[in-house]
């Protein structure tokens, strides 16, 4: 299975700035999503990370909010830009594995971001 | 449209009882596929299991089985023998033609000594 690392881990931040969180990949992916999940919920998709293109957002999540970027095919990155207290949640990058009639998707371990 | 629906908010089980946690879907695809995630207090996602729509058998790792009812468009996730490690929020997953995840509103599943 891939292994997933993301950075920063944590972060607490000013209203107003923006962050950008990485996700890197041991190995080439096809493809490569960004999740959030707001405190006490579960996780919902914010996009697709495509490779050479722009990311496939989902509805209610706008490029000029979170805009990704994936250089190649084991590297992406999410800003998340002027922050308020609403994007106080977990960032989950995740990656495809789809080998034969099996499919796995595996999560890096989430970068904690709280906003103040 | 894609639906995942787990219906128990929260459970407790005393440690080396079996557990079933609930989870139905709902997809017009033909071709779709099931996971179950854990999600300890650290905050990971850590994959358990995978089954896939044209799967005959349920898909079983370790103690972790997955009882697939394809008519009833259930997938209940069946832990053996709890151990107090497996306390935690557990996730039910549809992926879709679309190579998206949605995902299910979690069970907080409290192992008790």
């Known amino acids: 299975s891939a292994v997933i690392s993301q950075k920063p881990s944590r972060d607490i931040c000013q209203r107003g700035t923006s962050l950008t969180i990485q996700c890197q990949v041991d190995?080439?992916?096809?493809?490569m999503f960004w999740y959030r999940q707001q405190p006490g919920q579960s996780l919902t998709l914010i996009a697709t990370a495509n490779q050479g293109s722009e990311a496939t957002y989902e509805s209610g999540f706008v490029i000029d909010k979170f805009p990704i970027s994936r250089p190649n095919l084991t590297f992406s990155t999410l800003t998340v830009s002027n922050m308020s207290p609403e994007d106080s949640s977990i960032y989950l990058c995740?990656?495809?594995?789809?080998?034969?009639?099996?499919?796995?998707?595996?999560f890096g371990p989430g970068t904690r971001l709280t906003v103040t | 449209a894609q639906k995942i629906t787990q219906t128990q908010p929260g459970m407790f089980v005393q440690e080396k009882e079996a557990v079933t946690l609930d989870c139905t879907y709902d997809t017009s695809d033909q071709s779709y596929g099931l996971f179950w995630y854990k999600q300890p207090s650290s905050g990971e996602m850590i994959f358990l299991i995978y089954?896939?729509?044209?799967?005959?058998q349920n898909a079983t790792e370790g103690r972790y089985s997955l009882n697939f009812q394809k008519a009833r468009k259930s997938a209940n996730l069946v832990i053996s023998a709890s151990q107090l490690g497996d306390s935690a929020m557990y996730f039910c997953?549809?992926?879709?033609?679309?190579?998206?995840?949605?995902f299910g509103s979690g069970t907080r599943l409290s192992i008790r000594p």
């Open positions: 089954q896939g729509s044209y799967d005959e």
């Open positions: 995740s990656v495809e594995d789809a080998a034969g009639s099996s499919y796995e998707q595996y």
């Open positions: 190995s080439q992916v096809t493809m």
């Open positions: 997953a549809l992926y879709s033609s679309a190579s998206k995840i949605i």
